[in-house]
């Protein structure tokens, strides 16, 4: 039944929402501390190369719960007659789109301080261009805005769900940077990394907008189910990607993960059939060598080819979540149902 929708644009349901969302993310970073207009500049601007793959799947999960076609002339406005829930509903879903946004940004920038990377999204990085104590100041100024408006939402609940986001973020990336040897060639240690440092975010602000709109507690774990199925699929294929695609297509240095040490799902799989990779794994590609010896062992694993089916069996797992969900309630709902399972078939046939 789903193959019939392949020429979906899966951005189109919610695009000027999420256009508006990122407008007004830029517009308050620098208009409060103008120092930082140019990371805003960088992460919040119309046409930037960041694919706002979060809120946009944010507000694709909210519209599929939803009971109609959200306005944007409503949710410019703040105050609502009291019979109107849904507006209200709507820019409150929005704020978790934005905060999502926030946490990802401001884990970007603390990211490239500790990767000490040069460049993100194909331009200089903020720590390259402004130094590493500005980027981190940037990156918690992020969060401090995020903080602020997941307070604002006075939910307890989301406040819990979007607090544990940051604490699974910080623990992924320490998980990566202190893993002992057995867990160096773990797939089950790389998985719950990957839950942790990409699925998290994104399945707690889809199950953060299904709370918000009230569902059943099973329908808001089929919302949380669905993020985490895509969230690592699209890590997977990142995995995948950093090892087959050149550098002038990502934006950034191909080889990357081998090249500061980290092995991820292709390469835990290629061990799995050529055990010399081991030691290389082990000793984190470090010696002469090892990177041409590792790119040839894996090429001649199916290593990529387990990787893809990985993340094919995620991405199947997440549409079988949207189908299913409870009746659609609208046409715009069943429109971004469709969505969201094309979303999927993106994530795996992207190719940067
Ligand atoms: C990108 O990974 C990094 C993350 C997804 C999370 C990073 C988390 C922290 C730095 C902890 C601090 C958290 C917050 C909320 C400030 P990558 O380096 O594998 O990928 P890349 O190629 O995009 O750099
Ligand atoms: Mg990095
Ligand atoms: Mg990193």
């Known amino acids: 039944v789903w193959s ?10 919610v695009l000027s929402e999420v256009q508006a969302i990122s407008e007004r ?14 990371a805003a500049e960088y992460f919040f601007r119309k046409g930037v190369k960041g694919k706002r793959l979060r809120p946009t799947l944010t ?28 507006p209200e509903l709507r820019r409150r879903q929005q704020r978790i789109a934005e905060i999502a946004e926030l946490i990802h940004v401001a884990s970007l920038l603390h990211d490239d301080v500790i990767d000490d990377a ?18 981190i100041l940037a990156g918690d100024f992020l969060l401090a805005r995020a903080s602020v408006s997941l307070a604002a939402l006075r939910n307890t609940q989301i406040v819990e769900l979007l607090s544990q986001v940051l604490e699974h973020l910080v ?26 440092k990409t699925a998290s975010l994104m399945a707690n602000s889809a199950k953060a ?15 949380w189910s669905y993020g985490r199925h895509v969230g690592i699929a699209f890590q997977v294929v990142d995995d995948i990607l950093d090892l087959t695609a050149s550098s002038s297509i990502l934006g950034k240095p191909a080889l990357n993960d081998i090249k500061s040490g980290l092995a991820t799902a292709p390469v835990l799989f290629a061990a799995e059939q050529k055990p010399e990779l081991r030691p290389l794994i082990l000793r984190k590609f470090k010696q002469e060598g ?40 609208s046409d715009h709902a069943v429109l971004s149902r469709q969505a969201l399972v094309e979303m999927t078939r993106r994530v795996l046939s992207r190719k940067k």
């Open 4 to 13: 019939s929708f392949s020429n979906v644009d899966p951005f189109a349901p």
């Open 25 to 38: 993310l830029r517009h308050s970073v620098s208009s409060s501390i103008p120092a930082l207009t140019q």
């Open 59 to 86: 507000m694709l999960m909210a519209s599929a719960l939803s009971h109609g076609t959200p306005s944007l002339e409503y949710s410019k406005m703040d105050v609502r007659p009291a019979a109107e829930h849904a």
């Open 118 to 135: 040069s460049t993100r999204r194909g331009i200089l990085s903020l720590n390259a261009s402004v130094g590493n104590k500005v980027a």
């Open 171 to 196: 623990s992924g990336e320490i998980m990566q940077m202190t893993a002992s040897d057995e867990k160096l060639l773990s797939m089950e240690h790389y998985l719950q990394k990957t839950y942790c």
């Open 209 to 223: 907008v299904a709370v918000l709109s009230d569902q059943p507690p099973e329908v808001c774990d089929m919302a």
């Open 290 to 329: 090892d990177l041409s010896k590792a790119v040839q062992l894996i090429e001649a694993s199916d290593g990529i080819q387990r990787a893809k089916d990985l993340a094919r069996h995620h991405c199947d797992m997440a549409v079988g979540m949207v189908a299913a969900m409870p009746e659609p309630q």
